[in-house]
């Protein structure tokens, strides 16, 4: 059986090692030792991965947590899946990659396949991940190095690693031979480009397509409120129209690892290379500037003032059913709301704590403001937890909406 590394055992690491488990012996390393020990224990952090299926592959011997960087000595194939953050002043920031190609060269056997998942700019591949591997190298290496940008979408039943079509290149026609084997052991459908780079833009690009078409809306939804129209009747009508339309809906922000993120590193390369990205930039902030709106909105209804009312923000997580709460829309309303003086707290049984603060029972507030539904939500408790209920998911009848 192959040895495969995956370098993080986060959202894409340990989705990735569960599914691997099944044909190959997964070494996940992580730096994180909580997260380890967990995993050895066989509890899993991450929705959608079961930890029946990881305590399954744990008692086969093919997978096995660790935080050893040594451990990885005698994998075939590196999978890297480590965060691409924004830095403080929202510039890509690869240290991630940097020390996940730290513990490669200087702990892998050679030569093996190194591929990676993390979603970052063209190039990072060609320019950033080889040149750091050869770099921490002792000796000299002859490493095999393909893309494969991860497409999972946490919490989501229909779509998963065996049914989402996965684009890959290698550097070189081998690695490109080499991952494709590789993934065809747990993916149906692989799409072959013709350079590292194109795979990497494409993954940018679906996230910026979805991050613009998302401030469109968002933007849509203040000139429909201006227009004194309902938003969502006028999406539904459009919607009607068989071709050439998508729908997307208004909401208090964007959230999570990839939306708010990817368009920025996508933004980030075009202007280093002398391309406009002015669409993309600005899309940035409609999405950023929704959590003012919302927060502009219910204090207009609430006799211009939230000064000492007490505020239930419904939903803190990114999106429903999932406890991330990465780039949540939920963290700036709060801040506008407190800024203004209203006297704040937040429900969310799935997140439960969460900087410092736990989360609050569903009622007894004056206003309340729903950023995210998550299923075992009864909107008619929602309805029952303050006088006033602002929805900015659009799904609850009788709440004020976007
Ligand atoms: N979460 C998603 O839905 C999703 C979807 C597609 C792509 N991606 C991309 O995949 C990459 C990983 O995202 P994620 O959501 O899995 O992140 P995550 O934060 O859930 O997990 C990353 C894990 O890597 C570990 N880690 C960080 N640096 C490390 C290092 N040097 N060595 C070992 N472990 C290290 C962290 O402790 C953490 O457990 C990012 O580039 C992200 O943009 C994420």
New binding site residues.
Partial sequence: MKKVAV????????TISAFAGEFFEVIG????SA?VAQLNSGISH?EGVDSAILRKWISFGSYKATNQASDIFAADVVVI????PLTLDRKPDLT?ID??C??IGENIKNPVLVIN????FPGTLRNYIKPAIEKYSESEVEHLYAIS??????GRGDFNQKNTPRLYSGLTPVASRQTREFYAKFCDNLVEVSSPEVAEAA?LFENTFRQVNIALVNEFAQIAQSLGISVYETLDAANTKPYGFMKFTPSAGVG???IP??PTYLAAVAEEHGAPATFIRRANDVNLEMSKYVVDRVEADNQGSLQGKSVLVIGVAYKPNVA?V?ETAAAPVIEHLRSRGALVSWHDDLVGEWRSETSAPLHGAEIAIVITLHDSIKHSSVMASAQYVFDTTGKIEGAVTL
């Fill in positions: 370098i993080g055992q986060g959202y894409v690491g340990l390393f992580d730096n994180n997260i991450i899946a480590v965060p691409t991630f020390s996940a730290r513990t998942e993390s979603t970052s940008p991860e497409r999972v979408d946490p993954k999570g690892h990839c993120v990817d991330d990465r």
